[in-house]
């Protein structure tokens, strides 16, 4: 157990909906990072949040929003989901800014339909 | 469990046999490299990691070994065990940024 928390663990769901995800960081850790998994693009880093603040962005949608809350839990939005959003989403935390160890929970199975 | 790739390089070994797992890295100014461990239906799991400055780290049962001249990084495991079935994925980064890029995997099955 990484102590990195995930709800829900599956979500299904039909195109054009909105979905969020959850995320609970380890205790004292600040930066959690929202990775999507899917069977053709492998482990892709979507965005990172440090203590509240979006810190770093990689290959995340339009449609897609996160946001890091005072307790440091993070929420990860999909809106007007398509087919192709189906995927795993993980949440990873560390304790810094910069990459040091992160720490992955167990993941969210989205299926859109 | 869940599977993340139908078409991954798979690696097939028998119990006890070493195993030896390869990633080629794309970004010659990365300078930090993680080797992580991911079983069906779980998160990917930290093993070991490695900085440009050195050539080989060990851990329990686990070395990794980092040729920054052909940008490859390998990671063998000793005396391997079915429990180390899973998919191995490296990931590299450049010092003080925040992103980890993945590579596409390697599926590793040991047979009893």
């Known amino acids: 157990d990484s102590g990195v928390t995930q709800t829900p663990k599956h979500l299904i769901t039909a195109t054009g909906q909105r979905v969020t995800l959850r995320c609970s960081p380890r205790?004292?850790?600040?930066?959690v990072y929202w990775y999507q998994q899917s069977l053709d693009q492998g482990l892709q880093f979507l965005i990172q949040y440090y203590n509240g603040e979006e810190r770093a962005k990689g290959n995340i949608l339009e449609r897609f929003s996160a946001q890091q809350f005072p307790d440091l839990h993070s929420e990860l939005n999909l809106s007007s989901l398509e087919l192709g959003d189906s995927a795993l989403y993980f949440c990873a935390s560390s304790v810094g800014t910069a990459v040091d160890t992160q720490y992955f929970g167990p993941g969210t199975r989205l299926t859109v339909l | 469990g869940e599977s993340v790739g139908l078409h991954l390089p798979t690696l097939s070994v028998q119990e006890g046999d070493n195993s030896i797992i390869n990633c080629a890295y794309s970004n010659s100014a990365s300078d930090y490299f993680i080797w992580y461990k991911q079983e069906s239906g779980k998160g990917p799991q930290f093993i070991i990691d490695i900085r440009s400055n050195m050539d080989k780290r060990q851990g329990q049962r686990v070395t990794v070994l980092l040729n920054k001249t052909v940008k490859h990084l390998s990671l063998q495991i000793a005396a391997t065990q079915p429990g180390d079935s899973a998919v191995y994925f490296c990931?590299?980064?450049?010092?003080?940024?925040?992103?980890?890029?993945f590579g596409k995997g390697t599926m590793l099955l040991v047979s009893p």
């Open positions: 205790s004292g850790d600040l930066s």
């Open positions: 990931a590299e980064t450049v010092s003080g940024y925040s992103t980890l890029t």
